[in-house]
Protein backbone atom coordinates (compact mmCIF):
# COMPACT_ATOMS: atom_id res chain seq x y z
CA UNK A 1 0.00 0.00 0.00
CA UNK A 2 1.07 3.86 -0.88
CA UNK A 3 0.16 6.02 2.03
CA UNK A 4 0.71 10.17 1.33
CA UNK A 5 2.44 11.09 4.66
CA UNK A 6 1.79 14.64 5.07
CA UNK A 7 -0.82 15.20 3.17
CA UNK A 8 -1.74 16.28 -0.23
CA UNK A 9 0.41 19.62 -0.90
CA UNK A 10 -2.42 22.75 -1.15
CA UNK A 11 -1.64 23.32 -4.61
CA UNK A 12 -4.56 23.76 -7.43
CA UNK A 13 -3.42 20.29 -9.32
CA UNK A 14 -1.98 18.06 -6.33
CA UNK A 15 -4.60 16.00 -5.68
CA UNK A 16 -5.00 15.11 -9.51
CA UNK A 17 -0.96 14.53 -9.28
CA UNK A 18 -1.72 12.14 -6.32
CA UNK A 19 -4.42 10.19 -7.40
CA UNK A 20 -5.39 7.01 -6.74
CA UNK A 21 -4.09 5.57 -10.19
CA UNK A 22 -0.85 7.74 -10.31
CA UNK A 23 -0.18 6.14 -7.19
CA UNK A 24 -0.82 2.80 -7.95
CA UNK A 25 1.56 3.10 -10.82
CA UNK A 26 4.71 4.30 -8.65
CA UNK A 27 3.68 1.53 -5.97
CA UNK A 28 3.79 -1.03 -9.28
CA UNK A 29 7.42 0.50 -10.17
CA UNK A 30 8.32 0.65 -6.70
CA UNK A 31 7.18 -3.06 -6.33
CA UNK A 32 9.59 -4.55 -9.56
CA UNK A 33 12.36 -1.66 -9.24
CA UNK A 34 13.48 -0.88 -5.10
CA UNK A 35 14.99 -3.71 -4.15
CA UNK A 36 17.55 -3.57 -7.30
CA UNK A 37 18.02 -0.02 -6.76
CA UNK A 38 18.66 -0.14 -2.72
CA UNK A 39 21.13 -3.33 -3.71
CA UNK A 40 23.08 -0.98 -6.55
CA UNK A 41 23.47 1.86 -4.20
CA UNK A 42 24.86 -0.87 -1.57
CA UNK A 43 27.29 -1.78 -4.02
CA UNK A 44 28.88 1.70 -4.82
CA UNK A 45 30.57 1.73 -1.19
CA UNK A 46 32.56 -1.13 -1.95
CA UNK A 47 33.26 -0.09 -5.16
CA UNK A 48 34.83 2.83 -4.03
CA UNK A 49 36.28 1.55 -0.95
CA UNK A 50 38.38 -0.56 -3.99
CA UNK A 51 39.41 2.26 -6.11
CA UNK A 52 41.04 4.35 -2.80
CA UNK A 53 42.68 1.91 -1.88
CA UNK A 54 43.89 1.09 -4.62
CA UNK A 55 44.26 4.66 -5.78
CA UNK A 56 42.89 3.73 -9.25
CA UNK A 57 40.33 2.36 -11.44
CA UNK A 58 39.89 0.90 -15.03
CA UNK A 59 37.56 -0.07 -17.94
CA UNK A 60 36.08 -3.46 -17.18
CA UNK A 61 37.85 -6.38 -18.95
CA UNK A 62 34.06 -8.16 -18.95
CA UNK A 63 32.91 -5.39 -20.92
CA UNK A 64 35.43 -4.65 -23.45
CA UNK A 65 33.46 -6.97 -26.57
CA UNK A 66 30.67 -3.65 -25.61
CA UNK A 67 33.15 -1.48 -25.89
CA UNK A 68 34.83 -3.19 -29.01
CA UNK A 69 31.77 -4.03 -30.67
CA UNK A 70 29.84 -2.40 -33.89
CA UNK A 71 26.31 -1.14 -32.40
CA UNK A 72 24.55 2.11 -32.20
CA UNK A 73 21.91 4.16 -29.98
CA UNK A 74 18.25 4.66 -31.39
CA UNK A 75 18.34 7.14 -34.42
CA UNK A 76 17.13 10.70 -32.97
CA UNK A 77 13.05 11.98 -33.01
CA UNK A 78 12.37 15.21 -34.81
CA UNK A 79 12.32 17.30 -31.44
CA UNK A 80 15.72 15.97 -30.19
CA UNK A 81 17.47 16.47 -33.17
CA UNK A 82 19.00 19.78 -32.59
CA UNK A 83 19.77 20.82 -29.06
CA UNK A 84 22.31 23.49 -29.66
CA UNK A 85 21.53 25.05 -26.49
CA UNK A 86 19.71 23.97 -23.81
CA UNK A 87 18.57 25.89 -20.79
CA UNK A 88 18.46 24.38 -17.40
CA UNK A 89 16.44 25.32 -14.49
CA UNK A 90 14.13 23.93 -11.58
CA UNK A 91 10.45 23.63 -12.51
CA UNK A 92 9.01 25.54 -9.61
CA UNK A 93 8.11 28.14 -9.48
CA UNK A 94 5.79 28.33 -12.26
CA UNK A 95 7.08 31.62 -13.75
CA UNK A 96 10.73 30.33 -14.31
CA UNK A 97 8.96 27.09 -16.14
CA UNK A 98 7.30 29.49 -18.65
CA UNK A 99 10.67 31.67 -18.61
CA UNK A 100 12.69 28.93 -19.46
CA UNK A 101 10.26 27.33 -22.12
CA UNK A 102 10.43 31.00 -23.56
CA UNK A 103 13.88 31.30 -23.77
CA UNK A 104 14.80 30.37 -27.02
CA UNK A 105 16.73 27.48 -25.85
CA UNK A 106 16.06 24.33 -27.71
CA UNK A 107 15.29 22.29 -25.15
CA UNK A 108 14.01 23.52 -21.28
CA UNK A 109 16.24 20.70 -18.76
CA UNK A 110 13.71 20.34 -16.49
CA UNK A 111 15.70 19.79 -12.90
CA UNK A 112 14.02 17.62 -10.01
CA UNK A 113 17.28 17.14 -9.07
CA UNK A 114 20.70 20.08 -8.55
CA UNK A 115 18.76 22.65 -8.75
CA UNK A 116 15.95 21.62 -6.51
CA UNK A 117 14.85 21.06 -3.31
CA UNK A 118 12.53 18.31 -2.65
CA UNK A 119 10.51 20.05 -0.40
CA UNK A 120 6.90 18.40 -0.82
CA UNK A 121 5.32 21.15 -2.17
CA UNK A 122 8.24 21.58 -4.66
CA UNK A 123 7.85 18.22 -5.99
CA UNK A 124 4.34 18.61 -6.20
CA UNK A 125 4.23 21.93 -7.92
CA UNK A 126 6.60 20.81 -10.54
CA UNK A 127 4.90 18.03 -11.91
CA UNK A 128 1.68 20.21 -11.76
CA UNK A 129 3.92 22.68 -13.60
CA UNK A 130 5.19 19.84 -16.08
CA UNK A 131 1.84 18.69 -16.76
CA UNK A 132 0.64 21.71 -17.80
CA UNK A 133 3.66 23.12 -19.71
CA UNK A 134 3.32 19.35 -21.67
CA UNK A 135 -0.38 20.89 -22.76
CA UNK A 136 0.56 24.30 -23.64
CA UNK A 137 -1.48 25.90 -20.92
CA UNK A 138 0.87 27.20 -18.18
CA UNK A 139 0.53 30.37 -17.36
CA UNK A 140 1.44 32.86 -14.09
CA UNK A 141 0.70 35.93 -12.40
CA UNK A 142 3.23 37.31 -9.72
CA UNK A 143 1.93 38.97 -6.62
CA UNK A 144 3.12 42.31 -8.40
CA UNK A 145 0.48 41.18 -11.46
CA UNK A 146 2.84 40.77 -14.09
CA UNK A 147 0.98 37.82 -16.28
CA UNK A 148 3.30 34.95 -17.73
CA UNK A 149 2.19 32.95 -20.51
CA UNK A 150 3.78 30.52 -22.88
CA UNK A 151 4.90 32.03 -26.39
CA UNK A 152 2.17 31.55 -29.03
CA UNK A 153 4.91 30.77 -32.03
CA UNK A 154 6.67 27.07 -32.33
CA UNK A 155 9.97 28.15 -30.65
CA UNK A 156 9.08 27.17 -26.90
CA UNK A 157 12.06 25.14 -25.83
CA UNK A 158 11.58 20.87 -25.98
CA UNK A 159 11.01 19.56 -22.16
CA UNK A 160 13.45 16.95 -20.84
CA UNK A 161 12.90 16.35 -17.23
CA UNK A 162 15.58 15.51 -15.06
CA UNK A 163 14.39 13.27 -11.71
CA UNK A 164 16.26 13.10 -9.08
CA UNK A 165 19.22 10.26 -8.96
CA UNK A 166 18.97 6.78 -7.65
CA UNK A 167 19.86 7.73 -4.05
CA UNK A 168 16.87 10.00 -2.64
CA UNK A 169 14.21 8.63 -0.84
CA UNK A 170 10.92 10.06 -1.17
CA UNK A 171 9.74 10.30 2.28
CA UNK A 172 6.35 11.89 1.76
CA UNK A 173 5.69 8.75 0.62
CA UNK A 174 5.36 5.32 1.98
CA UNK A 175 5.10 2.09 -0.01
CA UNK A 176 4.59 -1.07 2.15
CA UNK A 177 6.07 0.78 4.98
CA UNK A 178 9.51 2.28 3.43
CA UNK A 179 10.08 5.25 1.93
CA UNK A 180 9.20 5.89 -1.98
CA UNK A 181 12.68 6.35 -4.15
CA UNK A 182 12.86 9.34 -5.16
CA UNK A 183 13.63 8.29 -8.76
CA UNK A 184 10.75 6.67 -9.60
CA UNK A 185 8.37 9.19 -8.09
CA UNK A 186 9.80 11.98 -10.25
CA UNK A 187 9.67 9.67 -13.72
CA UNK A 188 6.73 7.61 -12.27
CA UNK A 189 4.04 10.99 -11.74
CA UNK A 190 5.68 12.93 -14.78
CA UNK A 191 5.08 9.74 -16.90
CA UNK A 192 2.07 8.52 -15.79
CA UNK A 193 0.40 11.90 -16.35
CA UNK A 194 2.51 13.16 -19.39
CA UNK A 195 3.53 10.36 -21.48
CA UNK A 196 0.60 9.45 -23.58
CA UNK A 197 -0.26 12.96 -24.79
CA UNK A 198 3.62 13.71 -25.31
CA UNK A 199 4.06 10.79 -27.43
CA UNK A 200 1.33 11.52 -29.55
CA UNK A 201 2.43 15.64 -30.13
CA UNK A 202 6.12 14.35 -30.87
CA UNK A 203 7.40 16.00 -27.77
CA UNK A 204 8.22 12.92 -25.15
CA UNK A 205 8.77 12.24 -22.69
CA UNK A 206 12.15 12.90 -22.44
CA UNK A 207 14.16 12.35 -19.40
CA UNK A 208 17.48 13.88 -18.19
CA UNK A 209 19.64 10.39 -16.10
CA UNK A 210 21.85 11.81 -13.18
CA UNK A 211 24.44 10.43 -11.04
CA UNK A 212 24.33 7.07 -12.30
CA UNK A 213 27.80 4.99 -11.20
CA UNK A 214 27.58 1.90 -13.05
CA UNK A 215 25.95 0.48 -16.25
CA UNK A 216 24.01 -2.11 -13.88
CA UNK A 217 22.58 1.43 -12.73
CA UNK A 218 21.56 2.28 -16.44
CA UNK A 219 20.29 -1.00 -17.42
CA UNK A 220 17.71 -0.73 -14.01
CA UNK A 221 16.59 2.47 -15.77
CA UNK A 222 16.12 0.74 -19.36
CA UNK A 223 14.18 -1.87 -17.35
CA UNK A 224 12.00 0.81 -15.61
CA UNK A 225 11.55 2.52 -19.24
CA UNK A 226 10.58 -0.58 -20.89
CA UNK A 227 7.58 -1.36 -18.04
CA UNK A 228 6.59 1.90 -18.31
CA UNK A 229 6.04 1.80 -22.02
CA UNK A 230 4.06 -1.36 -21.70
CA UNK A 231 2.18 -0.71 -18.99
CA UNK A 232 1.03 2.82 -21.04
CA UNK A 233 0.42 1.32 -24.09
CA UNK A 234 3.30 2.85 -25.71
CA UNK A 235 6.13 1.73 -28.45
CA UNK A 236 9.12 0.46 -26.91
CA UNK A 237 11.62 3.16 -27.34
CA UNK A 238 9.42 6.05 -27.10
CA UNK A 239 11.05 7.67 -24.10
CA UNK A 240 14.71 8.91 -24.72
CA UNK A 241 16.97 9.27 -22.09
CA UNK A 242 20.32 11.67 -21.93
CA UNK A 243 23.00 10.18 -19.40
CA UNK A 244 24.93 12.57 -17.31
CA UNK A 245 28.75 10.72 -16.88
CA UNK A 246 28.89 12.96 -13.71
CA UNK A 247 30.74 10.30 -11.87
CA UNK A 248 34.60 9.15 -11.93
CA UNK A 249 33.17 5.15 -12.25
CA UNK A 250 30.75 6.32 -15.17
CA UNK A 251 33.33 7.81 -17.14
CA UNK A 252 34.77 4.29 -17.42
CA UNK A 253 31.66 3.00 -18.23
CA UNK A 254 30.39 5.38 -21.56
CA UNK A 255 30.11 2.86 -23.80
CA UNK A 256 28.35 0.20 -21.42
CA UNK A 257 25.70 2.88 -20.46
CA UNK A 258 24.75 3.92 -23.84
CA UNK A 259 24.45 0.36 -24.93
CA UNK A 260 22.39 -0.78 -21.53
CA UNK A 261 19.94 2.13 -22.47
CA UNK A 262 20.49 1.75 -26.61
CA UNK A 263 16.87 1.60 -27.67
CA UNK A 264 16.10 4.64 -25.43
CA UNK A 265 19.61 6.27 -25.61
CA UNK A 266 19.54 9.93 -26.87
CA UNK A 267 22.84 10.78 -25.91
CA UNK A 268 25.18 11.38 -22.82
CA UNK A 269 25.94 15.18 -20.99
CA UNK A 270 29.28 16.09 -19.10
CA UNK A 271 28.16 16.87 -16.26
CA UNK A 272 31.42 18.62 -15.19
CA UNK A 273 30.15 20.05 -11.75
CA UNK A 274 29.38 16.21 -9.58
CA UNK A 275 31.83 14.64 -11.79
CA UNK A 276 34.74 17.13 -9.67
CA UNK A 277 32.44 16.05 -6.97
CA UNK A 278 33.09 12.52 -7.59
CA UNK A 279 36.37 12.52 -8.27
CA UNK A 280 37.17 14.31 -4.75
CA UNK A 281 34.91 11.99 -2.93
CA UNK A 282 35.98 8.57 -4.45
CA UNK A 283 39.87 9.35 -3.90
CA UNK A 284 39.21 11.49 -0.57
CA UNK A 285 41.43 9.22 1.55
CA UNK A 286 44.00 8.04 -1.50
CA UNK A 287 46.37 10.68 -0.61
CA UNK A 288 48.42 13.56 -2.58
CA UNK A 289 47.82 12.44 -5.57
CA UNK A 290 43.99 13.20 -5.65
CA UNK A 291 44.24 16.40 -4.26
CA UNK A 292 42.62 19.22 -6.47
CA UNK A 293 43.23 22.94 -7.01
CA UNK A 294 40.88 25.30 -5.14
CA UNK A 295 37.13 24.60 -6.70
CA UNK A 296 37.78 28.43 -8.43
CA UNK A 297 40.76 26.91 -9.81
CA UNK A 298 39.87 23.75 -11.55
CA UNK A 299 39.23 24.49 -15.11
CA UNK A 300 37.82 22.28 -18.37
CA UNK A 301 41.31 22.79 -19.92
CA UNK A 302 42.85 20.96 -17.11
CA UNK A 303 44.56 17.28 -18.90
CA UNK A 304 42.14 15.49 -16.58
CA UNK A 305 38.47 17.49 -17.76
CA UNK A 306 40.29 17.69 -21.31
CA UNK A 307 40.63 13.76 -21.59
CA UNK A 308 36.88 13.25 -20.25
CA UNK A 309 35.40 15.73 -22.53
CA UNK A 310 37.30 14.15 -25.61
CA UNK A 311 36.09 10.27 -24.58
CA UNK A 312 32.64 11.82 -24.07
CA UNK A 313 32.34 13.17 -27.42
CA UNK A 314 34.06 10.11 -29.29
CA UNK A 315 31.92 7.75 -27.91
CA UNK A 316 28.68 9.35 -28.14
CA UNK A 317 29.64 10.62 -32.03
CA UNK A 318 30.89 6.57 -32.58
CA UNK A 319 27.52 5.18 -31.32
CA UNK A 320 25.03 7.99 -32.94
CA UNK A 321 24.91 9.67 -29.80
CA UNK A 322 24.36 13.42 -29.18
CA UNK A 323 27.33 14.68 -26.54
CA UNK A 324 26.32 17.41 -24.56
CA UNK A 325 28.34 20.14 -23.24
CA UNK A 326 28.10 21.32 -19.67
CA UNK A 327 27.47 24.70 -17.04
CA UNK A 328 29.58 27.14 -17.29
CA UNK A 329 29.03 28.40 -13.84
CA UNK A 330 29.32 31.90 -14.28
CA UNK A 331 25.87 34.21 -14.40
CA UNK A 332 24.78 37.28 -15.77
CA UNK A 333 23.52 40.07 -13.53
CA UNK A 334 21.12 42.70 -15.11
CA UNK A 335 21.61 45.52 -12.39
CA UNK A 336 25.35 44.80 -12.89
CA UNK A 337 26.95 45.30 -16.48
CA UNK A 338 30.62 44.54 -15.75
CA UNK A 339 28.97 41.27 -14.24
CA UNK A 340 27.37 40.49 -17.25
CA UNK A 341 30.37 41.03 -19.83
CA UNK A 342 32.83 39.19 -17.71
CA UNK A 343 30.16 35.85 -17.74
CA UNK A 344 29.22 36.63 -21.56
CA UNK A 345 33.06 36.03 -22.04
CA UNK A 346 33.35 33.45 -19.88
CA UNK A 347 30.50 31.53 -21.27
CA UNK A 348 31.84 32.26 -25.33
CA UNK A 349 35.13 30.95 -24.10
CA UNK A 350 33.44 27.69 -22.79
CA UNK A 351 30.98 27.20 -25.60
CA UNK A 352 33.54 27.73 -28.21
CA UNK A 353 35.74 24.74 -26.59
CA UNK A 354 33.00 22.65 -26.89
CA UNK A 355 31.34 22.95 -29.88
CA UNK A 356 34.83 23.27 -31.48
CA UNK A 357 35.52 19.62 -29.62
CA UNK A 358 32.54 18.20 -31.11
CA UNK A 359 29.83 18.45 -28.42
CA UNK A 360 26.62 18.94 -30.67
CA UNK A 361 24.93 21.81 -27.67
CA UNK A 362 25.22 22.47 -24.66
CA UNK A 363 24.26 23.93 -21.14
CA UNK A 364 23.46 27.76 -20.05
CA UNK A 365 22.45 28.57 -16.45
CA UNK A 366 19.88 32.07 -17.15
CA UNK A 367 18.18 33.16 -20.48
CA UNK A 368 20.67 35.84 -20.85
CA UNK A 369 23.28 33.38 -21.90
CA UNK A 370 20.91 31.39 -24.34
CA UNK A 371 21.76 33.59 -27.60
CA UNK A 372 25.44 33.66 -26.53
CA UNK A 373 25.65 29.41 -26.86
CA UNK A 374 23.35 29.70 -30.12
CA UNK A 375 25.06 31.42 -31.54
CA UNK A 376 28.60 29.91 -30.88
CA UNK A 377 27.19 26.57 -31.66
CA UNK A 378 25.52 28.03 -34.91
CA UNK A 379 29.01 29.08 -36.28
CA UNK A 380 30.32 25.73 -35.83
CA UNK A 381 26.86 23.59 -37.28
CA UNK A 382 26.20 25.59 -40.29
CA UNK A 383 23.06 24.62 -41.64
CA UNK A 384 23.74 21.39 -39.97
CA UNK A 385 20.81 20.39 -36.23
CA UNK A 386 24.13 18.80 -34.81
CA UNK A 387 27.57 17.45 -35.37
CA UNK A 388 26.99 13.71 -34.72
CA UNK A 389 28.54 13.01 -38.10
CA UNK A 390 32.27 14.28 -37.09
CA UNK A 391 34.17 11.22 -35.65
CA UNK A 392 36.37 11.59 -33.25
CA UNK A 393 38.60 8.43 -34.08
CA UNK A 394 41.99 9.89 -32.91
CA UNK A 395 40.67 10.15 -29.35
CA UNK A 396 42.50 7.78 -27.33
CA UNK A 397 41.89 7.70 -23.43
CA UNK A 398 43.86 5.81 -20.56
CA UNK A 399 42.78 5.76 -17.20
CA UNK A 400 46.01 7.02 -16.19
CA UNK A 401 44.33 10.26 -18.27
CA UNK A 402 41.10 10.37 -16.45
CA UNK A 403 43.02 10.22 -13.48
CA UNK A 404 45.58 12.80 -13.57
CA UNK A 405 44.09 15.11 -10.78
CA UNK A 406 47.89 16.23 -9.86
CA UNK A 407 48.30 17.64 -13.26
CA UNK A 408 46.06 20.25 -12.93
CA UNK A 409 47.26 23.48 -12.73
CA UNK A 410 46.26 25.94 -9.93
CA UNK A 411 46.84 25.96 -5.94
CA UNK A 412 45.26 25.05 -2.68
CA UNK A 413 44.62 28.24 -0.80
CA UNK A 414 43.03 29.40 2.99
CA UNK A 415 41.62 31.79 0.67
CA UNK A 416 39.62 29.19 -1.34
CA UNK A 417 38.60 27.38 2.02
CA UNK A 418 37.14 30.38 3.06
CA UNK A 419 34.94 30.76 -0.40
CA UNK A 420 34.18 26.42 -0.03
CA UNK A 421 32.70 26.91 3.54
CA UNK A 422 30.82 30.61 3.09
CA UNK A 423 29.36 28.69 -0.26
CA UNK A 424 28.51 25.52 1.68
CA UNK A 425 26.56 27.22 3.97
CA UNK A 426 25.02 29.64 2.37
CA UNK A 427 23.70 27.57 -0.47
CA UNK A 428 22.75 24.47 2.01
CA UNK A 429 20.27 27.69 4.18
CA UNK A 430 18.93 28.28 0.67
CA UNK A 431 18.29 24.53 -0.25
CA UNK A 432 16.74 24.15 3.51
CA UNK A 433 14.15 27.05 2.27
CA UNK A 434 12.94 25.47 -0.22
CA UNK A 435 15.39 26.64 -3.08
CA UNK A 436 18.07 24.66 -4.83
CA UNK A 437 19.42 27.05 -6.88
CA UNK A 438 21.05 30.14 -5.69
CA UNK A 439 23.58 33.14 -7.40
CA UNK A 440 26.01 33.77 -4.88
CA UNK A 441 28.86 35.84 -5.95
CA UNK A 442 27.91 36.13 -9.79
CA UNK A 443 28.25 31.95 -9.52
CA UNK A 444 25.30 29.59 -9.93
CA UNK A 445 25.63 27.39 -6.88
CA UNK A 446 23.83 24.06 -6.57
CA UNK A 447 23.67 21.08 -5.09
CA UNK A 448 26.68 20.24 -7.47
CA UNK A 449 28.91 22.51 -6.81
CA UNK A 450 27.86 23.13 -3.50
CA UNK A 451 29.31 19.46 -3.20
CA UNK A 452 32.61 20.28 -4.33
CA UNK A 453 32.84 22.46 -1.66
CA UNK A 454 32.44 20.22 1.55
CA UNK A 455 34.10 17.50 0.32
CA UNK A 456 37.08 19.51 -1.09
CA UNK A 457 37.44 20.62 2.32
CA UNK A 458 37.19 17.37 4.20
CA UNK A 459 39.63 16.20 1.93
CA UNK A 460 42.14 18.87 2.40
CA UNK A 461 41.60 18.18 6.34
CA UNK A 462 41.69 14.47 6.12
CA UNK A 463 45.22 14.66 4.12
CA UNK A 464 46.81 17.45 5.75
CA UNK A 465 47.22 19.32 3.04
CA UNK A 466 49.51 22.67 3.08
CA UNK A 467 47.81 25.94 1.96
CA UNK A 468 49.88 27.48 -1.11
CA UNK A 469 48.75 30.98 0.59
CA UNK A 470 49.86 31.29 3.64
CA UNK A 471 51.58 27.78 4.37
CA UNK A 472 49.59 26.68 7.42
CA UNK A 473 48.49 22.85 7.24
CA UNK A 474 44.61 22.54 6.75
CA UNK A 475 43.74 20.85 10.36
CA UNK A 476 40.47 20.61 11.66
CA UNK A 477 40.99 23.25 14.02
CA UNK A 478 42.15 25.84 11.42
CA UNK A 479 39.01 24.95 9.24
CA UNK A 480 36.77 25.33 12.64
CA UNK A 481 38.13 28.96 13.00
CA UNK A 482 37.36 29.55 9.10
CA UNK A 483 33.48 28.30 9.41
CA UNK A 484 33.05 30.50 12.76
CA UNK A 485 34.35 33.47 10.48
CA UNK A 486 32.32 32.72 7.72
CA UNK A 487 29.37 32.43 9.67
CA UNK A 488 29.58 35.27 11.34
CA UNK A 489 30.18 37.03 7.32
CA UNK A 490 26.85 35.00 7.09
CA UNK A 491 25.04 36.34 10.04
CA UNK A 492 26.17 40.35 9.03
CA UNK A 493 24.79 39.75 5.66
CA UNK A 494 21.20 37.83 6.64
CA UNK A 495 19.37 41.10 8.14
CA UNK A 496 16.23 38.46 9.42
CA UNK A 497 17.12 37.05 12.55
CA UNK A 498 14.59 34.32 12.18
CA UNK A 499 15.75 33.23 8.57
CA UNK A 500 19.09 33.57 9.92
CA UNK A 501 17.99 30.67 13.18
CA UNK A 502 15.75 28.42 10.80
CA UNK A 503 18.36 28.12 7.93
CA UNK A 504 21.61 29.11 8.51
CA UNK A 505 22.63 27.79 12.02
CA UNK A 506 21.11 23.95 11.24
CA UNK A 507 23.20 24.74 7.84
CA UNK A 508 26.09 25.77 9.45
CA UNK A 509 26.11 22.35 12.20
CA UNK A 510 25.48 20.56 8.99
CA UNK A 511 28.42 21.84 7.00
CA UNK A 512 30.74 21.57 10.48
CA UNK A 513 30.01 18.17 10.50
CA UNK A 514 30.29 17.33 7.00
CA UNK A 515 33.63 18.95 6.89
CA UNK A 516 35.72 16.91 9.58
CA UNK A 517 37.85 14.94 8.09
CA UNK A 518 36.34 12.12 9.86
CA UNK A 519 35.35 9.22 8.09
CA UNK A 520 31.95 8.83 9.94
CA UNK A 521 31.48 12.18 8.76
CA UNK A 522 31.92 11.56 5.30
CA UNK A 523 28.39 11.60 3.78
CA UNK A 524 27.97 10.44 0.24
CA UNK A 525 25.40 13.23 -0.14
CA UNK A 526 25.12 16.07 1.07
CA UNK A 527 21.00 16.63 0.58
CA UNK A 528 20.98 13.22 2.04
CA UNK A 529 21.37 14.48 6.23
CA UNK A 530 20.13 17.84 4.26
CA UNK A 531 16.52 15.77 3.02
CA UNK A 532 16.53 14.17 6.97
CA UNK A 533 16.04 17.80 7.74
CA UNK A 534 13.61 19.19 5.85
CA UNK A 535 11.85 15.83 6.18
CA UNK A 536 12.34 15.43 10.47
CA UNK A 537 8.31 16.32 11.19
CA UNK A 538 6.96 13.46 9.04
CA UNK A 539 5.11 10.65 10.85
CA UNK A 540 4.48 7.27 10.21
CA UNK A 541 1.24 5.66 8.68
C1 LIG B 1 25.57 21.53 -12.03
C2 LIG B 1 24.27 21.53 -12.66
O1 LIG B 1 23.51 20.62 -12.53
S1 LIG B 1 23.79 22.89 -13.58
C3 LIG B 1 22.05 22.68 -13.73
C4 LIG B 1 21.32 22.89 -12.49
N1 LIG B 1 21.34 24.30 -12.09
C5 LIG B 1 20.45 25.15 -12.62
O2 LIG B 1 19.61 24.73 -13.37
C6 LIG B 1 20.51 26.59 -12.24
C7 LIG B 1 19.69 27.41 -13.20
N2 LIG B 1 19.75 28.84 -12.93
C8 LIG B 1 19.05 29.41 -11.96
O3 LIG B 1 18.38 28.75 -11.19
C9 LIG B 1 19.10 30.91 -11.86
O4 LIG B 1 19.63 31.45 -13.03
C10 LIG B 1 19.94 31.45 -10.69
C11 LIG B 1 19.36 30.97 -9.38
C12 LIG B 1 21.37 31.02 -10.78
C13 LIG B 1 19.88 32.97 -10.73
O5 LIG B 1 18.52 33.34 -10.71
P1 LIG B 1 18.06 34.83 -10.44
O6 LIG B 1 18.81 35.35 -9.27
O7 LIG B 1 16.57 34.84 -10.38
O8 LIG B 1 18.54 35.57 -11.75
P2 LIG B 1 18.03 36.92 -12.34
O9 LIG B 1 17.48 37.81 -11.28
O10 LIG B 1 19.10 37.47 -13.19
O11 LIG B 1 16.83 36.46 -13.28
C14 LIG B 1 16.29 37.30 -14.26
C15 LIG B 1 15.07 36.62 -14.83
O12 LIG B 1 15.48 35.42 -15.49
C16 LIG B 1 14.79 34.31 -14.94
N3 LIG B 1 15.71 33.18 -14.89
C17 LIG B 1 16.97 33.14 -14.39
N4 LIG B 1 17.49 31.93 -14.56
C18 LIG B 1 16.55 31.17 -15.16
C19 LIG B 1 16.51 29.83 -15.58
N5 LIG B 1 17.55 29.02 -15.42
N6 LIG B 1 15.38 29.37 -16.14
C20 LIG B 1 14.31 30.20 -16.31
N7 LIG B 1 14.30 31.49 -15.94
C21 LIG B 1 15.41 31.97 -15.36
C22 LIG B 1 14.38 34.74 -13.55
O13 LIG B 1 13.26 33.97 -13.13
C23 LIG B 1 14.05 36.20 -13.78
O14 LIG B 1 12.78 36.27 -14.37
P3 LIG B 1 11.80 37.56 -14.21
O15 LIG B 1 12.53 38.72 -14.82
O16 LIG B 1 10.58 37.17 -14.97
O17 LIG B 1 11.57 37.74 -12.74
O1 LIG C 1 24.53 18.12 -13.43
C1 LIG C 1 25.53 18.65 -13.85
C2 LIG C 1 26.72 18.78 -13.12
O2 LIG C 1 27.67 19.43 -13.60
O3 LIG C 1 26.75 18.24 -12.00
MG1 LIG D 1 24.96 17.10 -11.51
Known sequence: MTYILNGTPDITGAAEILSAEALDFVEKLHHRFAATRTSLINA?????????????????????HIRNGDWRVAEAPEALRDRRVEITGPATPAKMAINALNSGAKVWLADLEDAATPTWSNVIDALVNLGAAARGTLSYTSPEGKAYA??????????????????LPESNLSVDGAPAVGALVDFGLHFFHNAVHLAATGQGPFYYLPKMESHLEARLWNEVFTFAESELGLVHGTIRATVLIETIPAAFEMDEILYELRDHA??????RWDYLFSIIKTFREAGDKFIMPDRAAVAMTAPMMRAYTDLLVATCHKRGAFAMGGMAAVIPNRREPEVTEVAFAKVRADKTREANDGFDGSWVAHPDLVGICAEVFGSVLGNEPNQLSRQRPEVSVSADQLLDVASAPGQVTEAGVHANLYV???????????????????????????????????????????????????????????????????RAEIADEDRFARYYEPAAELIGRLVSGRDEDFEDFLTLPAYRLLSSELVAP
Not at 427 to 454: F, K, Q
Open 424 to 490: AVAYTAAWLSGNGAVAIHNLMEDAATAEISRSQVWQQIRNRVVADDTGNVITAGLVEGILAEEIERL
Open 266 to 271: SGLNAG
Open 150 to 167: LRADASLATVVVRPRGWH
Open 44 to 64: RAGARATASASGTMDFLPETA
